[in-house]
Nanobody
Framework: QVQLVESGGGLVQPGGSLRLSCAAS????????MGWYRQAPGKQRELVAA???????NYADSVKGRFTISRDNAKSTVYLQMNSLKPEDTAVYYC???????????????WGQGTQVTVSS
């Protein structure tokens, strides 16, 4: 059973910072791309940032220069450092991971349960 558990969300004032973490656990053979998505009320879920196993990154234009994604492969954990937060960053943030559970299994995508980030004064 694979689980992704997020932590680090909360309430922060505009201009503030938060760091999200997402740890994968369970029977996992290898994790490939890990990423963060967000969904604001009434909007579709959108990609925020993604990072490959080798460390290549991809960011949404709206967060470039403010957010940094990183990962610790030894801990099966992905992080999202969010700086200069804006009210429009308010959303539920979800992590995901593309992984295989055995050497012969197919690539599957798993999702965390989500963590609320609220940016408000």
């Amino acid at each position: 059973q694979v689980q992704l558990v997020e932590s680090g969300g909360g309430l922060v004032q505009p201009g503030g910072s938060l760091r999200l973490s997402c740890a994968a656990s369970g029977s996992i053979f290898s994790i490939y791309t890990m990423g963060w998505y967000r969904q604001a009320p009434g909007k579709q879920r959108e990609l925020v940032a993604a990072i490959t196993k080798g460390g290549s990154t991809n960011y949404a234009d709206s967060v470039k220069g403010r957010f940094t994604i990183s990962r610790d492969n030894a801990k099966s954990t992905v992080y999202l450092q969010m700086n200069s937060l804006k009210p429009e960053d308010t959303a539920v943030y979800y992590c995901n991971a593309d992984l295989v559970v055995t050497i012969t299994s197919m690539l599957e995508t798993y999702w965390g349960q989500g963590t609320q980030v609220t940016v408000s004064s």
